[in-house]
């Protein structure tokens, strides 16, 4: 406190106080970290609220000052998928004695069944998968993908991307039908036994439109009655918890469902008749011949015969839900890690998984196409572009590039040491393969692997177009 009995004020550094010293600009002190404050400038502190990516400190954390870097940080620290498929592959942590229910032990022993393959199988199962993974795949969409391509106009080319985004959610009906469903019986879990009742009868309603394919009713029905049933809810409680998040996704799935009407992708495919895109005459066609001819496609017929994905899916959400022990809850949740990091608006790759067995032997491979892939800078037409990751049980790892650049067809294999030491042979035989399959042969090395080969090694020029663009997070 002041000293009030002193005739006179202190002068500042000849007083006996020693707990006070003036602040120094030029103090080298790192230590100090001045408080947050946009109305005024502070000298420089060590105060940093950029995390770096070098960082292991804070390598575990969300990246805020980016969506793009956060996704790269988490492609970065995803899970070994490879690994976690092997451990599914080998049976590993499916006895009932694990903590498994028997019942999910039971199906995914038969899952595992289904996946012992032979030759002839195994390259049906590739072949599904790389159709089934291909939505806007044929000689139509090749048609529309030529257009855009060529095109100068951008009113022209936003009506390409108009009828594709219509056509994306038209095809997913089922998918956003039986999504929208299961929202609302989570929310039903999260609302008081009097609101959750009159949500269960709106759903059970809605099952009933599901049935009778009326697209039109569900949506009044959403957004005349679920919508204000809801609203009311947080209104009068305040509640802007799981409900509330619970129907903003369903908001989104809403708008997805109406965009995916038949009547606006009818007018938006007629729309495109008028450009002369197709070689073809298609203004004759019906309403439901152009139905038809959207419908029967390689990606609905291999949607359709697909087995492997609907079954991995209900069994990884058995398995995340309880009925999974803690081995195969931790292997289904590195599985499914990896595909959603896989599946990000940022990765422009298609991605295939495929896992199998081959003579007793489990082996997961792992495979990340660029169809388009720009080469040498842009200096030469787009060629495909594939990067292949498989694990072989109880002989190692391998790595592989393929690069169809300049009309021929390169290889860069890296595999275990133990494999390496024939690798004239192996590029010899790899070669005549290549051959064999009309392909002209490019480059082809084999050699032992020192360090896994990943995305932006095979793709160095992925993400450019992302990084030139504008990324913020709000």
Same mark, same amino acid.
């Given at each position: ?67 793009? +870097?956060?996704? $790269? ?12 498929? @092997?451990? &599914? =592959?080998? /049976? %590993? ?108 009868? +709106?759903?059970? $309603? ?12 569900? @949506?009044? &029905? =959403?957004? /005349? %009655? ?108 590195? +599985? ?15 991605? @295939?998984? &495929? ?120």
């Amino acid at each position: 406190m002041p000293e009030i009995l002193r005739p006179t004020n202190p002068v500042p550094g000849y007083d006996n106080v020693s707990g006070r010293q003036p602040i120094n600009p030029q103090d080298p002190n790192t230590n100090i970290r001045n408080i947050v404050d946009p109305n005024r400038v502070t000298r420089g502190d060590q105060r940093s609220d950029q995390q770096q990516a070098g960082d292991a400190s804070v390598s575990h954390r969300v990246r805020y000052e980016s969506n793009f +870097l956060t996704f $790269l940080q988490r492609m970065a620290n995803s899970p070994d998928s490879a690994s976690a498929m @092997l451990r &599914l =592959l080998q /049976g %590993q942590g499916l006895q009932v004695s694990s903590g498994i229910t028997a019942g999910l032990a039971e199906e995914l022993q038969a899952f595992l069944e289904m996946l012992k393959m032979d030759e002839a199988s195994l390259t049906k199962f590739l072949q599904n998968q790389l159709q089934s993974g291909q939505r806007f795949g044929g000689a139509l969409f090749a048609a529309l993908r030529n257009a855009f391509n060529t095109s100068q106009s951008e009113m022209f080319r936003t009506e390409i991307l108009q009828f594709l985004r219509q056509y994306s959610d038209w095809s997913s009906t089922e998918h956003l039908e039986s999504r929208m469903l299961r929202t609302l019986y989570d929310m039903t879990r999260s609302l008081p036994s009097h609101w959750a009742n009159q949500l269960t009868d +709106l759903a059970a $309603l809605m099952e009933n439109g599901i049935a009778a394919r009326d697209r039109q009713g569900n @949506l009044d &029905l =959403l957004r /005349g %009655q679920v919508f204000p049933l809801i609203s009311d809810y947080v209104r009068r409680t305040h509640d802007h918890g799981m409900a509330r998040g619970l129907l903003s996704m369903l908001t989104l799935d809403i708008v997805r469902y109406e965009n995916g009407s038949e009547s606006s992708l009818i007018q938006a495919f007629r729309h495109l008749g008028n450009y002369n895109i197709f070689k073809a005459d298609l203004n004759g066609l019906s309403d439901a011949d152009i139905l038809r001819l959207l419908s029967d496609t390689e990606f609905s017929k291999a949607s359709k015969s697909d087995n492997f994905t609907q079954r991995f899916i209900d069994l990884a959400q058995r398995s995340l839900q309880g009925e999974g022990g803690t081995a195969a809850q931790d292997i289904f949740r590195s +599985l499914m890690s990896s595909i959603l990091i896989n599946e990000s608006v940022y990765m422009p790759l298609q991605h @295939l998984m &495929l896992p199998f067995r081959w003579e007793d032997k489990a082996v997961f491979s792992e495979m990340w196409v660029d169809p388009d892939a720009e080469h040498s800078g842009g200096q030469e037409a787009p060629a495909p572009r594939l990067l292949i990751k498989m694990d072989v049980e109880g002989v190692g790892p391998f790595d592989l590039v393929i690069d169809g650049a300049g009309g021929k067809t390169s290889l860069m294999i890296s595999c275990p040491q133990e494999v390496a030491v024939f690798s004239g042979d192996i590029s010899r035989d790899l070669t005549d393969i290549l051959t064999r399959n009309g392909l002209s042969p490019g480059d082809v090395r084999v050699s032992a692997m020192k360090k896994p080969i990943n995305i932006s090694d095979a793709f160095p020029n992925l993400f450019q177009e992302v990084k030139s663009g504008v990324d913020v997070k709000v």
